[in-house]
């Protein structure tokens, strides 16, 4: 399964703290997307990194990725009370011919306390 | 411009009946994807229609289905609820069906089954 699976499950840190979340996954990638999610609401598009990049920045987000290791991570710098919510990162690859999914795992629930 | 819109918000149903879900997509998105959400979990894909047609099927049962309209407008049915059909079902659209795709959510409808 190409199942996202975030770490730590939950991380609570200072208002003005960066706040770093880890992603795995187990086969090959043609792209990872990671999202917020704000208390059971929709989900937020936050950044999408295609397999042949390894860094890409938006705003005080910071995302890494690496294929050898199935590994991608999010920075969030100067973090704000605003941006407590649950993150999720979400492999997007061919499962079968035509099909094509985000595959997500459970999240990372972020609290930054002011 | 207007993002992923869904409609209804809140659906309260009971056990055995039916449900009809509606999504519009991001001016000039012609993929539109569904996604069924329980509490604490991350989203699960359920289809994803492009052109009309469907692309892809996740693993639901076929009391779930999907169409895609020519304005490219969707719906999703689901019959015979149970009560493990409470969730948040999550609409996303997409320019296109390849896998360079940045999927955009909308708020989501939330179905209660009792």
């Known amino acids: 399964s190409q199942q996202g699976e975030e770490d730590p499950q939950a991380l609570s840190i200072q208002e003005g703290e960066n706040a770093t979340m880890n992603c795995s996954y187990k086969?090959?990638?043609?792209?990872l997307q990671w999202y917020r999610q704000n208390s059971g609401r929709g989900l937020v598009h936050l950044i999408l990194?295609?397999?042949?990049?390894r860094e890409k920045h938006s705003g005080r987000l910071r995302v890494t990725l690496d294929t050898s290791k199935k590994s991608s991570s999010l920075l969030i710098t100067a973090s704000r009370a605003a941006d407590t919510a649950s993150y999720f990162c979400?492999?997007?690859?061919?499962?079968?011919?035509?099909?094509?999914?985000?595959?997500f795992g459970k999240g990372t629930k972020l609290s930054v306390i002011p | 411009d207007a993002g992923v819109t869904q409609s209804p918000t809140h659906l309260i149903k009971t056990r055995g009946q039916h449900v009809t879900l509606r999504c519009s997509p991001i001016?000039?998105?012609?993929?539109v994807s569904w996604y069924q959400q329980v509490l604490g979990q991350g989203p699960q894909f359920i289809f994803q229609?492009?052109?009309?047609?469907?692309?892809g099927r996740g693993n639901f049962p076929d009391r779930f289905s999907a169409r895609q309209f020519p304005n490219y407008s969707s719906e999703l049915n689901v019959n015979a609820l149970l009560l493990g059909d409470s969730a948040l079902y999550l609409c996303?659209?997409?320019?296109?069906?390849?896998?360079?795709?940045?999927?955009?959510f909308g708020p989501g409808t939330r179905l209660t089954v009792l």
């Open positions: 996303a659209s997409g320019s296109a069906s390849g896998s360079h795709n940045e999927q955009f």
């Open positions: 086969t090959s990638i043609n792209n």
């Open positions: 990194i295609r397999s042949n990049e």
């Open positions: 979400a492999p997007w690859a061919v499962e079968g011919a035509g099909s094509y999914q985000l595959t």
């Open positions: 001016s000039g998105h012609k993929s």
């Open positions: 229609y492009y052109e009309k047609e469907e692309r």
